[in-house]
T-cell receptor, first 115, second 111 residues
Framework: DGGITQSPKYLFRKEGQNVTLSCEQNLNHDAMYWYRQDPGQGLRLIYYSQIVNDFQKGDIAEGYSVSREKKESFPLTVTSAQKNPTAFYLC??????????????FGEGSRLTVL | GEDVEQSLFLSVREGDSSVINCTYT??????LYWYKQEPGAGLQLLTY?????DMKQDQRLTVLLNKKDKHLSLRIADTQTGDSAIYFC???????????FGAGTRLTVKP
């Protein structure tokens, strides 16, 4: 079935370590996104990529990095520079409804906990 | 930046109607959305409305838009326990890279 796969679902990290979250889609979508979700806050955009080999910073890019070498894949690295990395991370890609409205398709999320 | 605001919690009894409210500040929003998030999962699009509409109905869901007051609501008729989830309001312009989400309303449905 078509969809977005994020892995791992749960990840624990020690302070000072970099970790990479995987996001793969087989929907043939061009645009992909990474959001961070914290309790009581809306989704905040970390990075997005509209096309292969191109990506742009979102609202809270500091301490994160991404790459987009393949259309299907948009991995997110949480670096040691991210001061408060414990959160739920959501990857999404952009499709379109029958009326041409953009619709975000989300993965199941990855929960990162810093010990 | 522009804000999207929602109340954080709503509790209803099974069979009652639920109304989840949202306000936004960007008067140039083109599309307004409701997404549903079940525990430990990603978001799924429930419904959306264009800014030139004032109402949209889809089975048990009714979306009302008051563009003058920048107020969006989602009504769920005959609410079921399976409707328990977090509901996110979102708005965007034509360029979906600027989609703004509210904090989400956690709906609890009691038997």
């Amino acid at each position: 079935d078509g969809g977005i796969t994020q892995s791992p679902k749960y990840l624990f990290r020690k302070e000072g370590q970099n970790v990479t979250l995987s996001c793969e889609q087989n929907l043939n979508h061009d645009a992909m996104y990474w959001y961070r979700q914290d309790p009581g806050q809306g989704l905040r955009l970390i990075y997005y990529s509209q096309i292969v080999n191109d990506f742009q910073k979102g609202d809270i890019a500091e301490g994160y990095s991404v790459s987009r070498e393949k259309k299907e894949s948009f991995p997110l690295t949480v670096t040691s520079a991210q001061k408060n990395p414990t959160a739920f991370y959501l990857c999404a890609s952009l499709g379109f409804t029958g009326t041409g409205t953009g619709e975000l398709f989300f993965g199941e999320g990855s929960r990162l906990t810093v010990l | 930046g522009e804000d999207v605001e929602q109340s954080l919690f709503l509790s209803v009894r099974e069979g009652d109607s639920s109304v989840i409210n949202c306000t936004y500040t960007d008067s140039s929003s083109t599309y307004l959305y409701w997404y549903k998030q079940e525990p430990g999962a990603g978001l799924q699009l429930l419904t959306y409305i264009f800014s030139n509409m004032d109402m949209k109905q889809d089975q048990r869901l009714t979306v009302l838009l008051n563009k003058k007051d920048k107020h969006l609501s989602l009504r769920i008729a005959d609410t079921q326990t399976g409707d328990s989830a977090i509901y996110f309001c979102a708005e965007s312009h034509r360029n979906n890279n600027d989609m703004r989400f509210g904090a989400g309303t956690r709906l609890t449905v009691k038997p």
